[in-house]
């Protein structure tokens, strides 16, 4: 069975980098696409890119100067790394597998999500 | 948000619900599917419809998903405790070349 889990610091300084990490177990890190997502605190979830073995990226515009996925296929895991933050990218932070073909694609499974207070 | 979904729906134990999801011509309306979650707090966001209609396996069939022109909907009969939980529906929006959400439904089981 397939599982993700998310991990890193939960609180970031503004202009910071966030960093995060999603592990997954049950399967290969090789084999599908990948996606990051947020939940800001009462809002709906936001898409942030996805990351395909080894390099393939692709990013929502409204994060592309600030945001990098990457893949670690040794440690079965990828990572989100995303620059310069402020308050408003205080969420909880989400990784999920993609389920078909992008762009038609769901996201199943998901992991069960990380809260990053972004404060100084 | 994109997709639009009512803030709220309510029902009692045994009755069923309607959520809808309302996009525009760039998304559901250009055909891309729309897929279902339910979020419950420090847990993993489930899969509940994937393209349109289909129920993975583990979901029960009380949850059903249709589609129809710049509109979706997850219907969910026969209510229970356990459904109480906030649902948001998803697809992709071809002029924002973005995966898109809605704002989420929160189900309240009376």
């Known amino acids: 069975q397939v599982q993700l889990q998310e991990s890193g610091p939960g609180l970031v300084k503004p202009s910071e980098t966030l960093s995060l990490t999603c592990a997954l177990s049950?399967?290969?890190?090789?084999?599908?696409?990948w996606s990051w997502f947020r939940q800001p605190p009462g809002k709906g979830l936001e898409w942030i890119g996805y990351v395909y073995y080894i390099e393939t990226t692709n990013y929502n515009p409204s994060f592309k100067s600030r945001v990098a996925i990457s893949l670690d296929p040794s440690k079965n895991q990828f990572s989100l790394k995303l620059n310069s933050v402020t308050a408003a990218d205080t969420a909880v932070y989400y990784c999920a597998r993609h389920g078909g073909p992008y762009p038609y694609t769901w996201f199943d499974p998901w992991g069960q999500g990380t809260l990053v207070t972004v404060s100084s | 948000s994109v997709l639009t979904q009512p803030p709220s729906v309510s029902g009692a134990p045994g009755q069923g619900v309607t959520i809808s999801c309302t996009g525009n011509s760039s998304n559901i309306g250009a055909g891309f599917h729309v897929h279902w979650y339910q979020l419950l707090p420090g847990t993993a966001p489930r899969l509940l419809i994937s393209a349109n209609t289909n129920r993975p396996s583990g979901v029960p069939d009380r949850f059903s998903g249709s589609k129809s022109g710049t509109s979706a909907s997850l219907a969910i009969t026969g209510l229970q405790a356990e459904d109480e939980a906030d649902y948001h529906c998803q697809s992709y929006d071809s002029k924002l070349s973005v995966v898109v959400f809605g704002g989420g439904t929160k189900l309240t089981v009376l």
């Open positions: 049950g399967g290969s890190i090789t084999s599908y696409y």
